[in-house]
């Protein structure tokens, strides 16, 4: 799993153009053009056959014998793959050739490069298109020069989206989302997203996003439309991966998101993710909720510290950039924040920096109805206050639940002396299996749980100690800030 920003591994616990052909030998009569090889289906299909040329039988009606000489009318059939989509080989058609002599794509730096080989590839297929038509035009001696096009409507009420759609949402959801731009006192930083939370110009975006400018650095925000704004960091907190920022000089229209409730999401709902992929800012991405209650720990790769989240797991694809951007449902409310996905491969992040990799369909964001408690507490007091048990637990994943270590940080007692844990009978040794109906198969999935309460809340904590289960209350106490 990593987080969405420049570095963040996550710790343990997304038709052949036309062939010429050479002309037959001297006629008395100039020969009719040579007919062209089909072109490809806009599909894109990848089967050969889709690629293959046609073979006509003849020339065009009404031609005229061809006279005698070396050359036949109408000459062979042209290859069924052109000697250049191959390298003079055989095999698949010009899309695979394409790809062979460019095994790689562009680098995560090259974004210029990547859009601009978009652009060739998109240009070549309309040429080769282009190209089919015309000549079935000439094989056909259409002479006709009146036009079969018909044109769209595009009066405003032809061109309005009907409410609810994915552009209806996206049009109204993106005046309110801004790329974050956060540079350190030392140059570096990244780019991410984060939304507009009220009208008093407070952004709710990722602490990671905006670590690297917390002292000292810089942050700026763009909105949709261009305009640019100074920002400073209100409030951050590490182990929820969430941060307020507010802009220095708020506009006066500000269009805060609304909230969901983010405890009724289901499965299967339809999700729309919005942010500034690989910089591409204003981007728009659709998907649904996968799983909820995902167990996810995260790190910034800055920071010994790591975050932990119940998440609700999309698969719209987010990509280095996203992190902090909103995830809406099919009403255009937030659901959660974007934080962190699952790479192909180790190294790859959501911020910005060498090394990414992209979207698998894992994508993962804290849900709002939690970030919005967080958000509360930073406007309001400047750092956050987690709910604890008292009680040190091991952060090895997968280890049948949340053993309790036998010792705490530095030397300290593993349960804290007449902390919630004690006072519920937990002792070191003891491995939580279960928080109330939720399964706990690790130490980061436990304080994940446990975040996803209030100090005060009362949990029934299922627990084994020498191979017997034993459940206890526990009212839930309290840390302040990131100590």
Do not use: C
Not at 136 to 144: E, F, G, I, T
Not at 306 to 334: C, E, F, H, K, R
């Amino acid at each position: 799993m990593s987080t969405e920003n420049e570095g963040n591994e996550v710790p343990p616990a997304p038709s052949a153009p036309p062939v010429p052909v050479e002309n037959p030998a001297a006629s008395a009569e100039p020969a009719p053009p040579a007919p062209h090889p089909a072109a490809p289906s806009a599909a894109g299909s990848h089967d050969p056959s889709a690629h293959q040329a046609p073979a006509h039988s003849g020339a065009a009606a009404g031609a005229p014998p061809h006279a005698s000489g070396a050359g036949a009318w109408p000459p062979p059939p042209p290859p069924a793959v052109p000697s250049y989509a191959q390298g003079g080989g055989s095999g698949s058609g010009w899309g695979a050739s394409y790809a062979a002599q460019h095994p790689e794509g562009p680098k995560p730096a090259g974004r210029r490069g990547g859009l601009i080989a978009a652009v060739l590839v998109a240009a070549l297929v309309a040429g080769g298109v282009g190209g089919g038509i015309g000549f079935w035009a000439a094989d056909r001696n259409d002479n006709s020069t009146g036009s079969t096009t018909v044109s769209a409507s595009d009066t405003p009420a032809d061109l309005k989206r009907d409410p609810g759609t994915v552009a209806d949402i996206a049009n109204k959801a993106l005046p309110s989302v801004v790329t974050i731009e956060a540079q350190g006192g030392n140059g570096e930083g990244g780019t991410g997203t984060g939304f507009v939370y009220d009208k008093q110009g407070h952004i709710l975006t990722n602490n990671h996003v905006v670590a690297s400018a917390a002292d000292g650095g810089k942050l700026a925000a763009t909105f949709s439309d261009g305009k640019k704004y100074d920002a400073e960091v209100v409030g951050r907190a590490e182990g929820y991966d969430v941060a307020v920022i507010k802009l220095k000089s708020p506009p006066s229209n500000l269009k805060p998101l609304p909230l969901a409730n983010s405890d009724k999401v289901a499965v299967g709902d339809s999700t729309i993710a919005i942010g500034a992929p690989f910089g591409l800012s204003n981007t728009v991405t659709t998907g649904i909720v996968s799983a909820k209650d995902r167990p996810v720990t995260s790190s910034d790769g800055a920071s010994s510290k790591s975050s932990y989240m119940s998440a609700l797991q999309t698969d719209a694809s987010i990509n280095p950039g996203n992190s902090g951007g909103p995830l809406l449902d099919a009403g255009g409310a937030v659901i959660g924040i974007n934080s962190a996905i699952k790479p192909a491969e180790s190294g790859g992040g959501l911020g910005g920096g060498g090394g990414q990799s992209g979207s698998i369909g894992l994508g993962f964001a804290i849900p709002v109805n939690q970030a919005k408690n967080v958000a509360q507490q930073l406007i309001k007091n400047g750092q956050a206050v987690y709910p604890v048990i008292g009680a040190s637990v091991a952060l090895e994943e997968n280890s049948g639940g949340a053993t309790i270590s036998r010792e705490g940080a530095s030397g300290s007692q593993a349960v804290t002396p007449n902390g919630p844990a004690d006072k519920a009978g937990l002792k070191p040794g003891d491995v939580i299996t279960k928080l109330d109906d939720t399964v706990i198969d690790s130490g980061p999935t436990l304080i994940g749980q446990i975040w996803t309460h209030k100090p005060g809340d009362t949990v029934q904590i299922t627990y084994t100690r020498d191979g017997k289960e034993h459940k206890a209350d526990v009212v839930l106490g309290q840390r302040k800030g990131e100590s």
